[in-house]
């Protein structure tokens, strides 16, 4: 019971965190000079997951709390042309027998996007980097 | 309420900040109090690579995209006699086979430079913690940021090779003197640090008698029961590096120097540095001494409404301390090594920005400690920047080709290197 009740407390303040949010990129924003613009911001999940069987080779249930995702977000452009984003982040922080702190996965932190831009024209942008692959929409 | 409260005064205290930045070092510029001050910045090096014969064990070539440099950096002032310099950075993200994201190698984020700084008088300045090694004009004083090739030298870590020094990622854990006196005509660098630390092996080739009786040529961890040791320091003794450069135009003064001033100052400076660790494990033979020399020459100066610039330099190992993957120098060989840059900045825009040519001839000499004969190796780059805004954002791309010593057991190649940078 004491344990349901902490559980009940902590979604009633996640939800007060949910309700905070606001729109995706709208963080702090910089102005070097005329052309030379940034943007820093953060956004990060925290879950707690239950999984069936999922321990011991399948012989308990695992109960598992976890940063799911941790990115912190710089973008700007350089000149009126050129542009850049990154994300430093890290990926399931705390996941049950997860650790890869080379790629930012279970542990540590890494570049996850990195990729310059010369934007030549609305319809023709060159992008150099570490990027999403261009299969699905998600 | 009170949270919300919290958070406007926050953004109000961070609006400031940003109001406060200038444009004058290129990041965003924060000041705390009169005496403590800060700057934070973000700049990075994208690159696509094609190399020939580099996959497979030399059966394929390669083509490689990776993040070259990501760098954050921040520095700043507590006092005005205390400074400090931070680089939280990534190298070579992606590149192929590499993996060590402890140095923030080829993966994940470590920090590249850390280090405070007791300014006790422009002529005396002492330095703790990770920084560049004051040998090399080119990795020892040189932003990787403003180069005038795509990359550094070969035989210091330039384009797919490594360093030929002890180093983590062409940094020390070290304390520093150094200064500008008479004006910055002189700037000196002494350092005392780790320099080659804990014991690194390789495998070896040996040959066995496999268990149908034929014999077979395998890599080994072990001969004879025994390790075999690239380099170790049972003695930890600690290594001591030095640099003097004299500047007859105008002086070069900081930390970071640039290797291309794009028309913007004019600088003539010659540079002496020694480098030197004793007692050292080297390829299996124990008490050897490292000892390395340079000399070099900068020139940068306008031509007109363009700049010329060229750099050579002369390195002399002695027990060279790490294998180095582009040449058959090894761990207790000898070599010398020397190099020259040249670049001439076009006068003029063409479109939005400004091209620059450059080419580099490079050549390494190694006096194998095991084997009579000599091998050479000669490194042949030309490229171009094209600049669109100084250093902070450049398209470079360049051509290079390795040419071994015939009787090298590695294989000639070229390699091109397409690069975008950009930061602040």
């Excluded at chain 2, 063409?350 to 004969?373: C, H, M, N, S």
């Amino acid at each position: 019971m004491r344990k349901l009740a902490v559980l009940a407390k902590m979604m009633i303040i996640l939800s007060s965190v949910w309700v905070m949010a606001s729109s995706s990129w709208a963080g702090i924003k910089m102005e070097i000079d005329e052309q030379t613009k940034g943007e820093v911001g953060i956004w990060m999940q925290a879950w707690y997951q239950w999984a069936e069987d999922a321990k011991d080779g399948g012989e308990e249930n695992l109960n598992d709390f976890m940063i799911r995702r941790a990115y912190l977000y710089l973008k700007g452009q350089v000149t009126e042309r050129v542009s850049f984003f990154t994300h430093l982040a890290s990926d399931r922080v705390g996941q049950d027998g997860l650790d890869n702190s080379s790629l930012g996965l279970g542990s540590g932190v890494a570049w996850r996007d990195l990729w310059i831009t010369l934007n030549l024209h609305e319809a023709v942008k060159v992008q150099l980097g570490r990027m999403y692959v261009l299969i699905m929409k998600e | 309420m009170r949270k919300l409260a919290v958070l406007a005064k926050m953004m109000i205290i961070l609006s400031s900040v940003w109001v406060m930045a200038s444009s004058s070092w290129a990041g965003i510029k924060m000041e705390i109090d009169e005496q403590t001050k800060g700057e934070v910045g973000i700049w990075m090096q994208a690159w696509y690579q094609w190399a020939e014969d580099a996959k497979d064990g030399g059966e394929e070539n390669l083509n490689d995209f990776m993040i070259r440099r990501a760098y954050l950096y921040l520095k700043g002032q507590v006092t005005e006699r205390v400074s400090f310099f931070t680089h939280l950075a990534s190298d070579r993200v992606g590149q192929d086979g590499l993996d060590n994201s402890s140095l923030g190698l080829g993966s994940g984020v470590a920090w590249r430079d850390l280090w405070i700084t007791l300014n006790l008088h422009e002529a005396v300045k002492v330095q703790l913690g990770r920084m560049y090694v004051p040998l090399t004009r080119n990795y020892g004083t040189t932003s990787t940021k403003c180069m005038l090739t795509t990359d550094l030298p070969f035989l210091q870590g330039g384009v797919r090779s490594n360093i030929f020094y002890a180093q983590k990622v062409g940094r020390d854990d070290s304390l520093c003197i150094w200064g500008n006196p008479l004006g910055g005509l002189l700037q000196y660098r002494l350092m005392v640090s780790e320099g080659v630390e804990g014991k690194t092996t390789r495998d070896q080739e040996v040959t066995i008698t496999t268990d149908d009786g034929k014999m077979a040529v395998v890599e080994a961890k072990t001969v004879g029961g025994k390790e075999v040791v690239v380099s170790d320091n049972p003695d930890d003794s600690l290594r001591f590096a030095g640099r003097l450069s004299l500047s007859l135009l105008e002086p070069e003064t900081t930390w970071f120097n640039k290797g291309a001033y794009l028309g913007k100052k004019k600088v003539l400076s010659f540079g002496l540095g020694l480098d030197s660790q004793d007692d050292l494990t080297l390829n299996g033979r124990d008490d050897e001494d490292n000892r390395v020399w340079t000399a070099d020459v900068f020139f940068d100066h306008p031509v007109g409404a363009g700049a010329v610039t060229v750099e050579g330099a002369y390195i002399d190992i002695d027990n060279c301390s790490q294998n180095h993957n582009y040449s058959e120098l090894k761990a207790g060989d000898d070599a010398e090594n020397w190099y020259i840059n040249a670049g001439y900045l076009l006068p003029g825009s063409i479109g939005p920005g400004r091209l620059q040519l450059f080419g580099r001839y490079e050549t390494v000499d190694v006096d194998k400690r095991d084997v009579a004969e000599d091998f050479d190796t000669e490194v042949w780059t030309g490229g171009f920047n094209y600049y669109l805004k100084g250093h902070d954002c450049k398209i470079t791309a360049d051509y290079t080709h390795i040419d071994q010593d015939s009787d090298s057991a590695i294989d000639n190649q070229s390699i091109i290197t397409l690069q975008f940078c950009a930061g602040f």
